[in-house]
């Protein structure tokens, strides 16, 4: 019962720490900053809270992220250094991270654009890091094994004595895994009969 109670505050302490960034920032697209690359105004490490707008919103000085389809960097945050229509009429934003010494060689465009930075949250990207939820992960359903196993009924160890047919003798027998181990032959060492369950035949 004890062991119960125990494994009860692992699982709420994981199912909320899990479910937690995604109640609060429900509804954004929430990431964290993992380079420094727009140092100083987002460290390492800080929960960026993106508005999903239309690119159309974005103003030069704007903080955005945009899909880059490069496998290991997959979505960048940058700042918007200039927005404007190019011959065909087609939005386009050209990027540069405050703390690179050039601008990026690309214009993102409305496809790649997913939205503005309208929220820094210091030193939290941790909360939505995989570092941070894997481990949470893992004691959470161990945490539930453990509880599962815990609330079978245990088969308290059968007091049921075994008789000799031969000799007379009793004994408990060895109980595994709730299961009365039937010895072959009977345990008293004057006896041993192999038909100690068997009755004699007179
Ligand atoms: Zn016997």
Not at 113 to 118: A, F, Q, R
């Amino acid at each position: 019962m004890t062991c119960k109670k125990i494994l009860i505050a692992p699982i709420v302490i994981c199912v909320v720490l899990i479910l937690l960034p995604l109640l609060i920032f429900s509804g954004n697209y929430v990431m964290y900053q993992n380079s420094d690359s727009m140092y100083p105004a987002i460290l390492p490490d800080d929960l960026l809270i993106v508005e999903q707008s239309g690119i159309e919103q974005v103003k030069q000085g704007d903080v955005i992220v945009f899909e880059t389809h490069d496998e290991g960097i997959e979505v960048l945050v940058r700042r918007a250094i200039d927005v404007s229509e190019n011959n065909q009429g087609i939005l386009g934003i050209d990027t540069k991270g405050d703390h690179e010494e050039f601008h990026d060689l690309w214009t993102v465009y409305s496809d790649d654009y997913i939205g503005k930075v309208v929220e820094v949250n210091p030193s939290s990207g941790f909360l939505i890091s995989d570092y941070f939820r894997y481990p949470l992960v893992v004691i959470l359903a161990i945490s539930l094994v453990l509880l599962v196993r815990e609330s079978i009924p245990k088969k308290g160890l059968e007091v049921k004595e075994l008789t000799c047919l031969r000799c007379g003798n009793k004994w408990h027998p060895r109980i595994i895994g709730g299961k009365v181990k039937i010895p072959s032959t009977c345990p008293n060492k004057d006896c041993r009969s192999p038909y100690w369950n068997k009755p004699r035949s007179s």
